[in-house]
């Protein structure tokens, strides 16, 4: 079944995030924030005096040139100016999105409008005014071009919109109307989850059952996570299993909900109380100070893969991470996925010569 | 600057897969490792060889082995530096960051060893030694430098017995040197170029890159506990009230940097002034410079340093061309080499106005005309070379 969804921009907190942005854009100390927020925003000149966003009847009140449709950016600046909205909210794969459409609309003193992350440095596309004084619909489409406005998700994230001036231009206006997203067609295939363990898994309480599972949807070419659905009350307050049978259904959608199940049975026994045992002889290792310690050190457990964490004593290592001169200790914890843990503490002595 | 770099996603990895296993199916005692089970279930294979060879008592240093030379590139680079040609940079389908450096690998042996030191020096005596400290009898050693002979040797402890190495020495391929920066791509040194006075570029003192969008805390201690960074130069744009990610005391500067042969614009002078001005000052250094991508802006920066530094119009050129190894450089615009190489051939007929003379010596003349004095030029270089 075809389904084409459009996401629209107009929703109010999204209106909210983007003039809070663009008002933070005035001042010297949001300025600095700016290059290195949490969007990874990079400095632009694109700032602008003033954004404000209309709603259809402010627009019309604020004597916005005819043909919008909607919410209307209203943009003012100088030389360059600009505004960035921020998708993020909405977690769209970029993968899924076919285009991204707006209006605009050009004064006679603008030259083009960039859309990009960074719409002052650099930009996935531009569009010339070709026609300063009416609407003008444009959009923003083809795979690379659109991935360029993935955020660390690789969704849809923030990205700007940049007018370029004419030189010499001050106190110029542009509008940008109905910023929408177009998803491609969806399908009707669920991912395919590959198990690779047993139909009866045995382990004991007080663990966390992670299962070597995934699910590969191939209409979208990526993996999706997968949901672990037991039965029964099987799991304690930090999500660790309580003693007793159950079954668990491992269920995977993918973006256009599509969705898979496998089931399988679990058996929880007692709570190991084993714990780990780190293979390391020495009370006390001498080394030459300056000497980056790069410690792996090993353990075994009668029942899992232990976790080994170290700790230095203050004052133990510069800020290069190696060893200042002096005897300092050690502390090596293996812990065991119930909790069982060994410590020992080792006597590291840096010396000058070795 | 030798920093270690730890490889061990993978270990992670099959750490929790033979968890899930073990706890999926426990009792299943299936052989692991690189033992194959006979019907017997006795181990066989052939027997190791090197290990009949190896010594039961002290320790013996293994890789690299005495003499050899390790380059610091990826093979790939590597033949791309030994038969270098102009705008024959090999390309790939997908952007992938192929000018990361190498680590050394270091391996020795000693029977019954609890720990060991590895001892890294300059000097056949083996002073003033960078150490590390490890339990293994492997290591991999990042940031050595490019063209340099290396001593090493092994401390071993073996039941409270100290036991040491030989000394072996190797030597590093006289290659530019490419630099890891976690979250920054295209990062280089333009140190260790040979220059026209006989000297080298100084190592250590002038990184190039791209920007620091993805700079994360690893980056950041990298960047400025391990590399010493004391400024940025941001040729983007010129911005107020901005500070640097790498943190309070790193001093941030920013022009709008010209590039190509957009420095001949008068618009742009200032500009260009400014950002070379930031290499006058010894205190600045070391210096991270970079744009977004670490091509054109940095690009241009580095063609007029090395110049004025008397580096050879190839090496100018191959330092150039880097960027295209790099996943940010070659494919972010797609911009081509040749493209690219042809604005910086502009660059260079827009400097080479006497053509009797070296680039050196036209970049000079050059930056006179456009405002730098020869003061200025002399301190640039008096802080870009080997003493």
Redesign the interface.
Known sequence: MRRIRVFSLLLAILLITTMMQANSAKTGDALAEIPYGKHNSKVSPYTSKKTIVYSEEEAFAAGVPTGFSGYVYEIKGDGAMGFTVDFSDRRLPVRIVKAIHFRVYYGTDQREVRVSIDAGVSWVMRHEATKPGTWDDVVLKGENEIKKLANEDRNLGVFGFGFRNNEGVTNSTAYVDAITVELFDGDDVPPVITYDGPDHVVTTAGKQLILPVSAWDEGEKQYFSVEYVWSGDALDGEGKMKEGEYSVTLRAKDSYGNTSEKVISVTVGPKDTEAPVIHFAPDTVETLAGALPVLNFKATDNEDEPEITLEWSEGALDKKGRLNEGAHTLTVTASDLTGNSQVREITVKAAPDI | M???R?VISAVLIA????????????GNDTPSGNEIPTESGAPTGAPDEEATLRPETGVLTEKPENNETVSLLTAEMTEWVKNYKTGNVPQTAQPVERCEPVPVSFSWHCQGA??S?L?ISESPDMSS????????QT?EVEDLLPGRQYYWQV?C?A??E?QKSEVSSFKTLDTPRTVYIPGVSNVRDIGGRMTSSGKRVRYGIVYRGA?????KEEGIKKAV??LGIRTEL?L??K?????S?LGKGIKYV?V?APYYTGIASNDSKEDLLEELRVFCDPENYPVYFH??LGRDRTGTLAFLLLAIAGVSEQDVYMDYEISFFSDFGGY??GASLATMLEQLGYLKNLIMKDKTLSLEENTVNYLIAAGLTEAEIESIRANLLEG
């Open positions: 030798i920093f270690f730890k750490a929790v897969f033979v968890t899930l296993v073990s706890c999926a199916a426990p609890d720990y030191t001892l030694p960078e150490a590390y400290l490890t339990l293994d290591i401390v402890s039941d409270g100290k920007d620091f969008a993805n700079l506990d391990i941001d983007r744009s911005v107020k009230g901005v500070r990610p920013s709008t744009c977004s972010i615009d």
